[in-house]
């Protein structure tokens, strides 16, 4: 396991020890160089803006991260070897759901720009599947909120926005 990550929203403490890589996804040079430097075989993404309403005072900075900045990181991926990425996406691609339980057959209606850069990313990773051969997976996480036992790793309570957390500190 290699982390890179720009830590402009991280810590160098949540990667446990686990070699970090400082930098940006869309440096296809760090991105190559870290792949091939660290022998790195498959790709498990969860870099993205998410803060909840953010994305309406700047949309084209979740497209630029969120979407732009993916696809750079598969195509420099891509060029050294890389065919499998698991993508952290969200239940927000569902929109309103048509009926609960939700399940993966419901039609995907996004309703934040937050939501539509999940349901683009997991359009592009599609795509790179039938041009390319690239094999993924998206996750569609519900509220994922909480840390380790130990709490040396996870959700930061005072900082998070998503439901659980805020309910927490509610009570």
């Known amino acids: ?68 900045k993916t696809a750079a990181l598969v195509d420099a991926a891509r060029t050294v070897g890389v065919d499998k990425v698991v993508f952290s996406s969200s239940c927000s691609v569902y929109g309103t759901p048509e009926r609960t339980p939700v399940d993966e057959g419901q039609a995907i209606h996004p309703e934040s720009v937050y939501a539509e850069t999940k349901a683009i990313v997991e359009r592009v990773l599609h795509w790179y599947d039938q041009v390319h051969g690239l094999r993924s997976v998206s996750l569609r996480y519900f509220n994922a909120a909480g840390a380790s036992f130990d709490s040396r790793i996870g959700e930061d309570g005072t900082q998070a926005l998503n439901l659980v957390p805020v309910a927490f500190r509610a009570v």
């Open 1 to 68: 396991v290699v982390v890179l990550d720009s830590l402009e929203l991280g810590r160098r403490e949540a990667t446990l020890g686990a070699p970090l890589v400082v930098g940006d996804i869309a440096d296809a040079d760090l991105v190559t160089s870290t792949i091939t430097e660290h022998g790195v075989d498959s790709i498990v993404h969860f870099a993205a803006y998410k803060a909840a309403g953010e994305w309406r005072e700047d949309p084209g900075r979740y497209f630029s991260n969120n979407v732009a």
